[in-house]
């Protein structure tokens, strides 16, 4: 049929167009509804503080650039992240509460932080409890940390079982003495790895000692060689060393090679970075325990700045970052992670 509109056809038209008009300014304001609130979500942010270890901490410095890395996420909706950490170790869980404490000061709405002294520090997350303040146990502490301290979650590796990883990987090399070297005595997660070291050593009928060192000596590279070539001198027998931080790895390959024993002792160790990647590369170290402290950070300050922002939650009650070997036979891949900065 053709011909012009009849007048009741021009009216459903117009009807039609009017209808179709109101239907699109809904859908404008509903955008423009949508845009706004999320705006001001983005405006008022995440505003995330993580504890960590100090400034020239190999180790924590991973971990920083794996919180920083998150934090880009955050800052582009309106959030910050904010990096706590002490100047030394010499007073770890008294100093690291203080952090905490500053940290609710500042008007934190989510922390991340380690459980290194519970004595020292679980006064300290109860404070962030009872303010509501959201928060994540990460590197020390373990899920049982974060379950009876009412953190949302645990991110890290299981200190025992990396302890334990590296005794069993030097019996299975044939160590029949071995010792932990232990320079942040009192500190959790240290004893834990070098409680699991021993462990992995006597079972399978080895020999294992601790030998505690002042906190001075934690990173201190020239007075941890000092005090395992003195200790090798004094016990001839021993042929491992297990290590519970970055720079005492460095230390203690460089004491077996001043007490002469080098190629008789293998060293191991929690962590590494590019220096100690080096030494298993030229044979001189044997293996590292892989925590993945990039991932700590990392996920630590994701979850928070999800739940926060959105109410997301992670159903997962413990994420393990690791422990994992690094030795020979996988060592130029992770040289290639070093080399970005995050391993």
Not at 66 to 69: C, M, N, P, S, V
Not at 84 to 88: R, V
């Given at each position: 049929m053709t011909g012009r509109p009849t007048g009741e056809m021009c009216r459903k038209i117009g009807l039609m167009r009017e209808e179709t008009q109101m239907k699109l300014a809904k859908l404008l304001a509903t955008a423009a509804i949508m845009t706004l609130g999320a705006g001001m979500a983005y405006a008022e942010g995440a505003n995330i503080f993580v504890i960590g270890g100090k400034p020239d901490d190999p180790f924590w410095g991973i971990v920083k650039k794996?919180?920083?890395?998150a934090g880009k996420l955050v800052a582009a909706q309106g959030g910050s992240v904010t990096w706590?950490?002490?100047?030394?170790y010499d007073n770890l869980g008294v100093d690291a509460a203080e952090l905490i404490r500053q940290a609710i000061d500042q008007g934190a709405t989510a922390i991340v932080a380690p459980d290194w002294v519970p004595d020292a520090m679980d006064p300290a997350f109860q404070a962030v409890a009872a303010a509501k303040i959201p928060f994540i146990v990460?590197?020390?502490?373990?899920?049982?940390?974060?379950?009876?301290?009412g953190a949302m979650n645990y991110v890290g590796s299981n200190d025992y079982k990396g302890g334990l990883g590296g005794g069993e990987y030097l019996a299975k090399a044939g160590s029949k003495s071995g010792v932990c070297i232990n320079s942040l005595p009192g500190a959790a997660n240290i004893e834990a790895y070098c409680k699991g070291y021993g462990d992995g050593l006597t079972a399978a009928g080895a020999k294992a000692d601790v030998l505690p060192l002042p906190a001075t000596a934690e990173g201190n590279v020239t007075a941890v060689a000092q005090a395992i070539k003195a200790y090798l001198l004094e016990h001839p027998d021993v042929d491992s060393v297990f290590t519970t931080a970055n720079l005492d790895a460095v230390g203690a390959v460089q004491g077996i090679a001043q007490a002469g024993m080098e190629g008789k002792v293998k060293v191991c160790g929690i962590n590494f970075d590019a220096a100690i990647l080096d030494q298993i590369d030229k044979g001189t170290q044997a293996c590292a325990i892989d925590q993945q402290g990039y991932q700590q950070g990392f996920y630590a300050v994701s979850i928070l700045n999800g739940y926060v922002n959105y109410g997301l939650t992670i159903p997962t009650r413990e994420i393990l970052t690791g422990p994992g070997v690094v030795d020979a036979a996988n060592i130029k891949a992770t040289l290639a992670g070093a080399s970005q900065g995050t391993r």
């Open positions: 794996g919180a920083e890395d706590l950490g002490p100047q030394n990460y590197n020390a502490g373990g899920l049982e940390a974060a379950d009876r301290l």
